[in-house]
């Protein structure tokens, strides 16, 4: 008998002896030696922060674990941009989150090349700060994985200065209530969504967003706009809803707004818009607002044809004569019932209680 055989009977043997295996509770020596062959299993906790970085090594920023093991940072309460530099520069167990917050904060004004460390993210939200500047290689670690963008209610003059084209799978750009002065000349083939609200552009040129061209929504609310150049939009062919709402306008030339993707939608409302020129949109399909402006008649060249497409107009807050210029609405309620039941007339009489015999007997 060679060594490991004598020293596997041996095991048994013990085995045997230490419990007792005499009688009826006797256990088989193949009993003992499969008892031997079990794995032992030894179960020792992860600490309760993985897969965050230790919580001392990123103070002031709290790490938080989603559902689906996904980490968002919320570094809302750094003292400078030295400070989230260096926090970043520690060894982390993973550095891949979902989001990193940054909110409220008066300290933060640039965010340097760098900064972030090899942290990469799928959504930035830094708003309500001081930053007024983003440096190129701010973000270079989340060029694959950057999805959504909210720099909101900061103090930026222009653009993030990097090459958003790096940015393959970024669709949701937001930049509202900052300092820009001038319409961004921004280049993007996967951006969809772009929220610039509360920016004094005055102006938009024309073909202004020739290079996003995946746009489907974009708003332009409180931004000051005075006029809008022919074929501003002309080249978007996915656009499907525009909101310049509570801006400055005045008229809408020909040409001006060009809707082609579904569901179109245009808001025009709380302008200052008197005339709307024939063909001056096109492919709106769903809703447009022109609620509270300076409109005293319904062309019917211009309107109509919106509305015998199924569109629903809201026409509320304009001081409509309510002369013959309405008679084509007032007297087909399939039309008048897509204007709600709010439109009024200068002097107050809601369109729904005008007599239609009268645009009949007057306006024939």
């Known amino acids: 008998m060679n060594i490991i055989s004598v020293s596997y009977l041996f095991a048994v ?16 020596s193949g009993s003992a030696l499969r008892a ?44 400078s941009e030295e400070e989230l530099r260096h926090i970043f520069s520690q060894k982390f167990p993973f550095y891949k989150f979902q989001k990193l917050i940054i909110k409220n904060n008066e300290h933060l004004r640039v965010l340097g090349g760098g900064v972030l460390g090899n942290a990469s993210f799928a959504e930035i939200n830094i708003n309500n700060c001081s930053l007024n500047e983003i440096e190129v290689n701010a973000l270079e670690h989340s060029q694959a994985t950057l999805e959504s963008l909210r720099l909101n209610d900061n103090k930026l003059w222009s ?17 509202q209530r900052n300092s820009f002065t001038v319409f961004p000349e921004l280049i993007s083939y996967s951006l969809r969504t772009l929220f610039l609200d509360g920016n004094d552009f005055e102006h938009i040129p024309s073909e202004a ?61 709380n302008n200052k818009i008197s005339h709307i020129a024939k063909d001056s949109f096109s492919g709106v399909t769903l809703v447009m607002d022109i609620t509270d402006n300076y409109l005293e008649e319904l062309d019917e060249a211009v309107w109509r044809p919106l509305l015998e497409d199924g569109v629903f107009l809201t ?29 009024t007339c200068h002097g107050g009489e809601a369109f729904f209680d005008l007599d239609p015999s009268i645009y009949e007997a007057l306006c024939s």
């Open 13 to 28: 043997q013990v085995l045997v002896h230490f419990w007792g295996v005499a009688g009826t509770s006797a256990v088989s």
């Open 36 to 79: 031997l062959q079990q794995p032992i299993h030894t179960h020792i906790e992860a600490p309760d922060y993985i897969p965050c970085p230790y919580p001392s090594d990123i103070d002031p920023c709290e790490c938080t674990v989603n559902e689906d093991y996904s980490m968002d940072m919320d570094c809302s309460h750094i003292q």
């Open 159 to 175: 653009s993030p200065s990097f090459d958003f084209t790096l940015f393959p799978r970024l669709s949701y750009l937001s930049v």
């Open 209 to 269: 967003t020739k290079g996003l061209p995946s746009l489907e929504i974009i708003s332009l609310q409180h931004c000051s706009i005075t006029e809008l150049s022919s074929e501003s939009f002309s080249t978007n062919i996915l656009l499907s809803a525009v909101n310049l709402g509570f801006n400055n306008l005045t008229h809408l030339p020909s040409g001006a707004i060009q809707l082609s993707g579904p569901n179109g939608q245009l808001g025009l409302q």
């Open 315 to 343: 026409l509320e807050g304009n001081p409509f004569i309510c002369g013959c210029d309405i008679a084509w609405l007032i007297v087909n309620r399939t039309l008048l019932g897509r204007v709600g039941d709010k439109p």
